[in-house]
């Protein structure tokens, strides 16, 4: 089992990462957290899940951090979740808000999951109870700061946008999510963007 990585980048989109590691090509699917944080032809470290399929398909899942990780395995023993599922979960509530929302009961955060439904919400409240530990410390949700910005335009122009396409959308994305994260504000300014091509 492959359980981290460490290379070069070799290519980023918004759904994945190439990384070399030991002269081969990994293709690992990713939050948009994890991706924000990786550079083409710099060194990254993510940690992995590999999940083999019942095809015997082989796919690599990378997270920035352990936690994200262990919060992605636990994810997938709810019914119904696949690593898929579980993945975009993680893209739209990291860790930490995932556990706020379970140990609170907030469906609603849940179900504004995209793919979530309110029976689903349910479920992972009554099967994830007290799985995910506990919620670490209670800071509100910080607002944007340079360095969000700075990591999602770092992001898009490493997909390929031109910087001033780039935070023309960003800008967009911040009028729509005034206090979103490098997540909710890197898949914003993806969807205005993509709406232009």
Not at 117 to 130: D, P, W
Request: proline share 5%; hydrophobic share 45%; aromatic share 4%.
């Amino acid at each position: 089992m492959i359980a981290s990585l460490r290379g070069p980048v070799i290519r980023i989109t918004a759904q994945d990462a190439v990384i070399e590691a030991g002269g081969v090509g990994y293709l690992v699917l990713a939050t948009p957290d994890t991706l924000a944080g990786l550079r083409i032809g710099e060194e990254a470290f993510v940690h992995v899940s590999m999940v083999i399929s019942r095809e015997n398909e082989q796919t690599l899942f990378g997270f920035s951090d352990d936690d994200a990780r262990e919060a992605f395995e636990v994810l997938k023993t709810v019914s119904g979740i696949g690593p898929r599922s579980a993945l975009q979960i993680l893209s739209a509530l990291p860790p930490n808000d995932l556990r706020r929302a379970i140990s609170t009961k907030d469906e609603a955060a849940l179900v504004r999951v995209p793919g979530i439904g309110k029976k689903t919400a349910q479920r992972m409240v009554l099967e994830l109870e007290g799985k995910l530990g506990p919620v670490v410390g209670d800071v509100p949700a910080s607002s944007p700061s340079s360095d969000t910005d700075s990591d999602v335009l770092d992001a898009l122009v490493q997909m390929g946008w031109k910087e001033h396409d780039a935070s023309v959308a960003l800008a967009e994305a911040h009028k729509k999510i005034p206090d979103g994260t490098v997540a909710q504000l890197l898949r914003g300014a993806l969807q205005i963007l993509g709406q232009r091509r």
